[in-house]
């Protein structure tokens, strides 16, 4: 892919559009690009490199900018194998490139490569600075966003940053969509649980002057840069980006899904929030996550199951609470046959997320729905818009 930075910064990453799943568990599909940046001046740095599927396209990138020439410095910004993964190949190419990073890039470098660092490591703390001839760069530690040993550099002249997987999406380069809808999916799914360390991350960012953001994954962000970083903002600080609904539903014999979409239709009579309604079974998970995150309200509806709540209900739940899910609205809905007990097993998931503030307007069904039922799922409508 070939991406304008500017005449010193040059975009080497590449476009992966055959991975069946980012980390063994998220589809991308529209792939995935793993970016990687070379700076040219008196010093020359390389900016991270990309994952081992697509070494070979890269290293040609690579060469191809380099023209004969050889790298000064690698900038580690993350050690994850997305990024990481053509360290051992860069350090061996070119023996008298420094590697840059902070302690915890070294501490854990270890585990990924046998390199021998003597003499070939560059430790930087928060703040330091790299001077490449014209171009500057300096450094902050950015611990969890979203792994402990993450920094961003800034390159002062150009006025670039370099966000790591900050402002990363799912996507391939060449990919013609919504910024938003990826990103978000990407920030809930892989950075949600952090984000006191976003924010802690866009104070830092706040003091510097930026013109262009270069993420790891995802489109570099020339304009606008406002809109990009009050996403981020809102996502991190964990509040709703849309006053709204989502209902989140499972089924195994239709009478719940049957509840879930009554509801809907009440919901769409009594109000003009936005409404979202998606079949746990059915729809990727990360989706929904996403989609949890981004309303102000959510609702569950599932079956009863062996003693608790259907099992992909669960699982829904459980992503919630790993990735941090908090300061919402919930209201629950259960179906059962003989001991309704869903709502008993999802409930001790929201009593321990912060926020949360339950609708008493719980509603169980026994087996199909009946018309005290509708009346109670209209209840649960008032108790929510
Ligand atoms: C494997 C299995 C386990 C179930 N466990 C329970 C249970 O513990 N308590 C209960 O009341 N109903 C239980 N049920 C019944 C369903 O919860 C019930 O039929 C419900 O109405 C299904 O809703 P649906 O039509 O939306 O699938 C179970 C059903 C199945 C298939």
Redesign the pocket.
Known sequence: MNINISDAIKYIGVDDKDIDLFESQYIVPNGISYNSYVILDEKICVLDTVDKRKTDEWVANLENVLDGKTPDYLIINHLEPDHASNIQLLADKYPDMKLVGNAKTFNMLPQFFDIDLTDRTVTVKEGDSLNLGEHTLSFYMAPMVHWPEVMVTYESKEKVLFSADGFGKFGALDTDEDWACEARRYYFNICGKYGVQVQALLKKAAKLDIEKICPLHGPVLTENLGYYINLYDIWSKYEPEVDGIFIAY??????????ALKLYDILKEKTDKKIAISDLSRSDMAENVEDAFKYSTLVVAA??????V?PVMNDFLHHLKIKGYKNRKVAMIE????????IKSMQPYFDEMKGIEISDAKVT????MTAENEVQLAALADSII
Do not use: L, Q, V
Not at 251 to 259: F, L, R, W
Not at 303 to 308: Q, R
Not at 365 to 368: A, E, G, K, W
């Open positions: 499972c089924s195994i014999h239709g009478n719940t899904e049957k509840a079956p009863s199951y062996d003693g608790g259907f179906n059962g046959s003989w001991a309704p007990c869903a069904i026994r087996s199909t």
